[in-house]
Nanobody, 128 residues
Framework: QVQLVESGGGLVQAGGSLRLSCAAS????????MGWFRQAPGKEREFVAA???????SYADSVTGRFTISRDNIKNMVYLQMGSLKPEDTADYFC??????????????????????WGQGTQVTVSS
């Protein structure tokens, strides 16, 4: 069983930065794809970014150029560096893990259905 715990959320002004962290336990996730999703009140969970076992990344158009996903396989950690934050980035952010060893992030993995394990989320609020 894989456990994921997010941290690093908070309140930030528009234009600011935050770094979210996801700590994984239960097994070594170096062969897993790892992803970040977000869900705003009243909206569906949406894809933000993902990184596969080889370091191949994929981003939602809305965050490309502003967010960077990275992983530290030794520490079993995944990070989401968020910059140039906008009020529309306000949401609960969730870490996800998938054991599929694809060579790149698949279209299915750009949806919530493509992931096996989820964290509880961390809240990000961007004030204008």
């Amino acid at each position: 069983q894989v456990q994921l715990v997010e941290s690093g959320g908070g309140l930030v002004q528009a234009g600011g930065s935050l770094r979210l962290s996801c700590a994984a336990s239960g097994r070594t996730l170096s062969s897993y794809a790892m992803g970040w999703f977000r869900q705003a009140p009243g909206k569906e969970r949406e894809f933000v970014a993902a990184i596969n076992w080889s370091g191949s990344t994929s981003y939602a158009d809305s965050v490309t150029g502003r967010f960077t996903i990275s992983r530290d396989n030794i520490k079993n950690m995944v990070y989401l560096q968020m910059g140039s934050l906008k009020p529309e980035d306000t949401a609960d952010y969730f870490c996800a893990a998938d054991p599929s060893g694809y060579s790149s992030i698949t279209p299915r993995q750009r949806t919530a259905a493509g992931w096996n394990y989820w964290g509880q989320g961390t809240q990000v609020t961007v004030s204008s």
